[in-house]
């Protein structure tokens, strides 16, 4: 087979580990003289090396797709402690995106990627090249995912990030690329690990341990065992512990919203009553607790409630760990059997500020009264009452667990190479709901007298619990896989032999989501609920040819048969050319598809929310009161048993330069269409038509609130959207990915290597069926989408390493580009263009900028290696504590005014890391 100096080191760079702290681009080649030294032996190994985005053995690991490999080693020197952080920090990864921060979403205690913006349900994770079991709760109740919370670090080798579409090897999903974490297939002796961390402005304080240990030697033992466990707790951090405008929703000092003008509001309170009969003004039950008293000659008096300081969290508790065994056994010469089994658990613990009495679904409750002859009514008629359970703890609990067993046999036949593998995978997510408001026990508790609402400390435990009974749910997905793939050389062409890859896939899918809250029992609770099953058969076949030795033609497609969306064919092409040793170009055409979720067209409904502002024409009919400040505005979806999958069209063109041996760089183009796109109710024109008094389209609702109390003839506010979804437009993103690497050899054996990497996003568009356009790059749009943390144009990463012999130290910049804080899907910018999702009482831009700034933090770490067996490690994560860029439209952040999906580290602060690792 040729092999020119090209494909070689890039052969060497794959499998050698890489001395940066970055994510490394598989098609960069290595410089230094040892890898070169290296080399033959390298291709040798490589002929039994499966590259991600290829069914077939390689030597010249670049492939005509784009694919970023990241190594062991350059995990532990980027400082980075879990894999969801590791793969989040992708440069490619954008809008859709689910952090861990985001604790009050239908996902919270999860965390999954989303490749060129397209959410998580269009990024395909594989562990060893095989497909996982999703989440058991949808991203916003529609979309499946893989919970990298559940993938420990302590038996990974490499991650393979494929950014090209992939539907023509691995199926549905795969548009936007794919994430393939790779284990290692053994390892032979003792590693541990432990870690402690903590924040230097309070909480979140980490430890972590891992232990790995194996023994047997597949060529003299024929056989090999090992076994990894890992643990990791990390304490919450709370709002309260950070600065201004960070700790709390009233920004009044600023001139933006304060904390409500009316008790029971934005701001809430302790409790406040007023007669019914307008005779009087609010008053309050008691002496303040939660802040202090107002008054105002227009409606009375009443206490400050500001919940995002009391209880909003910046980080979760959260505690993860899991357990790995393989044993791999060399059955003959050709032949290498071997059975694994895992189990993972992510814990994570959501606290929440109490629940009030006034909710808009799925009972309104805004206008409640007390009776007369209630106890904690002081007058002749009935009162209405604002109150906040302060009494009743309110929040969630999720544990997630997922167990995976699989079984694999590979070996050669003839001429064939050939591999067999049973993957069963089963994920159990145990939720744990508290301190919801039944709607019935609190109708009981008004009417009979029962809850003493100026006095809480007199209300039993049994009372209590007869308002918040809590409910808890188990759900549960399932994935189980057959692959069957086997692969051969045909005959030689000019530029060497052409290779043949085929295989099959059958597998089994279900997913079964209780609902949350039953009945519609507990009020201001969003409800999901989803069950479904399928089977899937898939063949699929590549082949390769190099037509010269500087052209290489790849093809491959794959046809799939769904139980219940029917049969789905995906081709995809790929072509390199070198027409030297330093330089490559390369691109490929595909053609993808994402078959709907269970949620999508299963038995199955959605209602969740969204914080939303109405527009500065609504809010000065009702006199810029504290009605028409940011609310939860309900969206109420259901599923569709007739929709249809989504396709997509992929393009790539790429350049890959080495003009030196220390140099190496590549730049590549991705144009991605997407259609017939799976969308609930378009929210934007639903509400233009609900302000414009015109009737919706067919199958919408907009469910208006009650009426002011200030203003009962204004039209009153949206409460609630229902709709279903839908195939109903299109999706378009352009871009491009640029990786840079430099690498210097100097005296003592000194290194100095330097790796840029980075994404630019040209545009992200959906077309509607009437050809009208929303644009979302560059904005907090789509703002309907899971955390509404928008699409910045820019992700960036610099990465700086020296090694000095026994010492390693990596300083690691990243950047993310500031965005406009409009989102055309939530009717804002397309109905009163320029105006921005947060305003002043006034009606004015809040910022004026009506803009979020750019976040980037630096990352210093470090190691020491005392001798071969212990080593100290070190690191200081965000050293120069840079603080997060205000955007107080975000509503992940718990409504403190940051986007925690970009710039978490700004409000965790300059965190310091500590440990130790041993080595036998």
């Known amino acids: 087979m040729n092999r020119n100096k090209l494909s070689l080191a890039l052969a060497a760079l794959l499998l050698a580990p890489a001395a940066t702290a970055l994510a490394q681009d598989a098609s960069t080649p290595a410089g230094t003289p040892a890898q070169k030294q290296d080399n033959a032996q390298n291709a040798k190994q490589l002929q039994t090396v499966t590259v991600t985005g290829s069914a077939l053995p390689r030597i010249d690991a670049e492939t005509p797709s784009p694919v970023t490999v990241i190594t062991a080693q350059q995990i532990q020197r980027s400082g980075l402690t879990t894999l969801s952080d590791v793969v989040r920090a992708v440069s490619a990864d954008n809008s859709g995106s689910v952090p861990n921060a985001f604790s009050n979403g239908f996902a919270a205690g999860s965390s999954g990627v989303a490749l060129r913006g397209l959410t998580v349900n269009s990024t395909l994770v594989l562990i060893d090249g095989h497909r996982n079991a999703n ?30 579409g992939a539907s023509s090897l691995y199926g549905a999903d795969a548009i936007a690329g794919v ?64 600065d201004f405008p960070f700790n709390t929703t009233d920004l009044s000092s600023i001139g933006g919203p304060g904390l409500g003008g009316a008790p029971g509001r934005a701001g809430g309170t302790d409790g406040a009553i007023k007669p019914s009969d307008g005779s009087g003004l609010w008053q309050p039950l008691r002496a303040c607790t939660t802040g202090p008293l107002v008054t105002d000659p227009k409606n009375g008096s009443w206490c400050r409630y500001d919940a995002a300081n009391l209880y909003g969290q910046v980080q979760p508790e959260m505690e993860q760990g899991g357990i790995y065994g393989r044993f791999t056994v060399k059955l003959n010469d050709t032949t290498k059997a071997y059975l694994s089994a895992s189990y993972n658990e992510a814990r994570t613990w959501a606290p929440r500020g109490p629940r009030a009495i006034q909710t808009s679904t799925p009972n309104n409750t805004n206008n409640i009264t007390l009776p007369v002859g209630n106890p904690s009514n002081p007058f002749a008629v009935p009162a209405l009452i604002s109150y906040n359970f302060g009494d009743i703890p309110d929040g969630f609990n999720y544990d997630n667990h997922v167990a995976r067993v699989v079984g694999d046999v590979a070996g050669t036949a003839g001429d064939w190479n050939y591999d067999a593998a049973l993957v069963i995978n089963h994920a159990w997510l145990d939720t ?62 000019p530029g060497g032999p052409m290779g043949l890859g085929l295989g099959a896939q059958f597998r089994h899918e279900a997913q079964n989501d209780p609902t949350l809250n039953p009945n519609f029992e507990f009020q201001g609770l969003g409800n999901a609920q989803t069950k479904g099953s399928r089977d899937i058969s898939g063949v699929y076949a590549e082949v390769d040819m190099p037509l010269l030795e500087s052209l290489e033609l790849d093809a491959s497609g794959r046809f799939d048969h769904y139980t219940d969306v ?156 229902i709709g279903s979804y839908l195939n109903a437009n299109e999706l378009k993103t352009t871009g491009v990915d640029l990786d840079v690497q430099a690498r210097f050899t100097f005296a003592n054996s000194w290194q100095y290597i330097s790796e840029l990497t980075g994404t630019q996003i040209f545009q992200w568009k959906i077309q509607f069926a009437d050809g009208s356009t929303q644009s979302y790059v560059g904005t907090q749009g789509p703002y309907n989408l899971s955390s509404g943390a928008g699409t910045p144009r820019s992700r960036a990463s610099w990465a700086n390493t020296l090694v000095a012999g026994p010492l390693t130290v990596t300083g ?47 990352d210093l770490t470090g190691s020491y290696a005392f001798n071969d067996h212990f080593s100290l490690t070190a690191s200081v994560m965000n050293a120069f504590d840079r603080k997060p860029p205000f955007d107080p439209a975000n509503y992940a952040g718990a409504g403190i005014n940051y986007n925690p999906t970009w710039s978490q580290a700004g409000l965790v602060g300059r965190f310091y890391n500590l440990g130790v690792k041993l080595k036998f």
């Open 179 to 242: 994430v393939n974490v790779i284990l290692r297939p053994g390892f032979k002796g003792v590693e541990a690990t432990a870690d402690v961390g903590t924040s230097q402005h309070g909480g979140g304080f980490t430890r972590k341990a891992t232990l790995l240990a194996g023994g047997g030697d597949l060529d003299t033992d024929h056989y090999n065992a090992y076994m990894s466990v890992q643990y990791e707790k990390d304490n919450a951090i709370w709002a309260r512990d950070r």
């Open 432 to 493: 744990k709901q508290y301190g919801y408001i039944s709607y019935q026990g609190l109708m009981d508790a008004i009417n009979s007298g029962t809850y003493n609402f100026a006095n809480p400390a007199a209300n039993s435990a049994a009372v209590r619990a007869s308002l918040a009974p809590g409910y808890d749910k188990t759900s549960t997905t399932d994935m189980d896989t057959l692959d069957l793939s086997a692969s051969r050389e045909l005959w030689d062409l």
């Open 812 to 858: 690691t910049l990243y950047y993310t580009s500031g965005y406009k804080e409009t989102a055309a899907d939530v009717g804002v910018l397309g109905l009163y263009d320029g105006d921005c999702l947060s305003t002043t009482p006034d009606g004015l831009n809040f910022p004026s900028s009506c803009h979020v700034g750019a976040f980037y933090d630096f």
């Open 135 to 164: 989440y058991p709760v949808s991203d916003d109740g529609q979309r499946s995912f893989v919970d990298l919370n559940t993938i420990p670090l302590a038996a990974v080798e490499r991650i393979e990030v494929l950014k090209d």
């Open 566 to 721: 029917g049969n789905n064919f995906s081709p995809k092409i790929g072509i390199k050319y070198k027409p030297t040793d330093w330089l490559a170009l390369r691109g490929t055409y595909s053609k993808g598809f994402r078959a709907p979720s269970f949620a999508e067209n299963g038995s199955s409904s959605t209602q969740g929310f969204v914080t939303y502002t109405p527009p500065p024409d609504f809010q000065k009919a009702h006199g810029n009161n504290a009605y028409v400040l940011p609310y939860a505005l309900s969206e109420y979806t259901l599923a569709n048993k007739n929709i249809k999958p989504e396709k997509a069209n992929s393009l790539t063109f790429g350049v890959v330069l080495q003009p030196a041996d220390w140099l190496s760089a590549s730049l590549d183009y991705y144009n991605i269409k997407k259609s017939n796109n799976i969308v609930a109710a378009d929210t934007s024109s639903a509400l233009a038509n609900y302000y414009a008094g015109l009737p919706q389209a067919p199958g919408v609702t907009v469910v208006p609130d009650l009426p002011d109390p200030d203003h009962p003839g204004a039209l009153p506010r949206p409460a609630e959207i």
